[in-house]
């Protein structure tokens, strides 16, 4: 299971973000354990599936246009996420294993690195990119775009750098620093500044929460040395392309348009979308439409809201917001002392993420707010380990 899991990770966006290979997987797991699973669980996802049907069908009363075929698909991705985090909550199968899958994982990308630098065909790069100034040629490996390249590996990262910290065998230890690195340098080869940034203060909280606990000049100067070593390793992925710190002082300097975009812009958007709505949202799965996008392009609109949060609050309304609220709220609840530095930095940076873009539906963030939710019932964090 641990490798279908890996290659799901690595392939689920091959053919399309909306034909998702972890959506089409866990429709298979939901008819199983439908009729397998306790009665509680069951009942959670009706509940669920009944109020978000509800809510749909008064946007679909209340608002003049509403694309009826993409409401649906999204009613039935988002369930289908819903079920993710209800599952991983009553199973806590991943945590199990959620060390092994991170070196499976980490295994396939170190193998595709050479063939991506022998190879440089469209299928593991994004050549010639004219959306983005300042990298033409990014690596993508399998997923829709290079940006979602750098967030599953920082998400590797972030799971690896607490297993370095936590592993007491030397060799293991070894292991898991190498693939921390060239994971690093993959990281820097996608020029996703996003997940790059994100991934950064993930990392300096991670290590900050990790001295607090641990306080000793050991341990400081390996976490100094675990940094030096992983911006070094961005330099040099970076000297392919050479744009990562001339982007970062565009926007520094308020000239990079896209990080504009994906704040102003989308806020603007957002506002004036529940303005016109009343506080309903433009309806779900509608925002991706000829006719909103027609309707508030006077607003900056011109393909969809980047910020995933603003995306999901514009198109699902008051409610949504309040929903999201009370989600996030519940997951910084689940922190607990003796798994902080897993916890805080992974949840940190999906938050972070999602602010700067990314999608809301994208089964991983479920995946991952279920380990989050469930990683306190692992007593001690000592326990994530390879095995």
């Avoid at 039935?76 to 199973?91: G, P, Q, R, T, V």
């Avoid at 998400?155 to 230890?173: E, G």
Wanted: proline content about 1%.
């Amino acid at each position: 299971m641990e490798i279908i899991l890996s290659l799901l990770y690595i392939f689920h966006q091959f053919f399309d973000s909306n034909i998702d290979l972890f959506y089409v997987f866990f429709v298979f797991v939901i008819i199983k354990e439908l009729f397998l699973s306790k009665k509680k669980m069951r009942f959670r996802l009706f509940i669920f599936i009944y109020f978000l049907i509800l809510y749909a069908a008064l946007q679909i009363f209340s608002l003049e246009y509403v694309n009826l075929t993409k409401l649906v698909v999204y009613i039935l991705k988002f369930s289908i996420n819903i079920y993710i985090l209800i599952y991983l909550i009553e199973k806590n199968y991943l945590l199990k294993k959620l060390s092994k899958i991170s070196y499976i994982i980490s295994a396939f990308y170190l193998i595709l690195l050479p063939i991506s630098l022998a190879f440089k065909s469209e299928l593991l790069w994004r050549l010639n990119d004219i959306a983005n100034i300042y990298a033409k040629n990014r690596l993508k490996y399998f997923y829709v775009e290079p940006s979602e390249l750098s967030f599953h590996i920082s998400i590797i990262i972030i799971v690896l750098f607490n297993l370095f910290f936590y592993q007491k065998n030397f060799k293991s230890r070894i292991i898991t620093f190498l693939f921390i690195l060239t994971n690093s340098i993959i990281l820097f080869m996608s020029a996703g500044l996003g997940g790059m940034i994100y991934l950064l203060i993930s990392l300096f909280i991670l290590i900050s929460l990790y001295i607090m606990k641990h306080m000793s000049n050991k341990v400081i100067f390996v976490s100094l040395l675990i940094l030096c070593l992983i911006i070094l390793s961005g330099v040099l992925g970076d000297l392919q392309n050479s744009g990562f710190f001339q982007r970062v002082t565009d926007i520094v300097n308020g000239k990079d348009s896209s990080t504009s975009y994906r704040f102003n812009t989308s806020f603007t958007v957002m506002k004036e979308m529940l303005k016109d709505t009343y506080g309903v949202g433009v309806g779900f799965g509608n925002l991706n439409t000829d006719y909103i996008r027609n309707k508030f392009s006077a607003y900056g609109l011109v393909d969809v809201i980047s910020n995933s949060f603003m995306y999901f609050i514009a198109e699902g309304g008051i409610i949504c917001l309040i929903a999201l609220i009370l989600f996030i709220t519940l997951l910084i609840n689940k922190i607990k002392f003796t798994s902080i530095t897993f916890q805080l930095p992974m949840l940190l940076f999906i938050l972070l993420y999602q602010i700067g873009g990314g999608y809301f539906t994208n089964p991983i963030n479920w995946i991952i707010y279920g380990v989050i939710w469930t990683y306190p019932y692992n007593k001690n964090i000592s326990n994530l380990r390879l095995g």
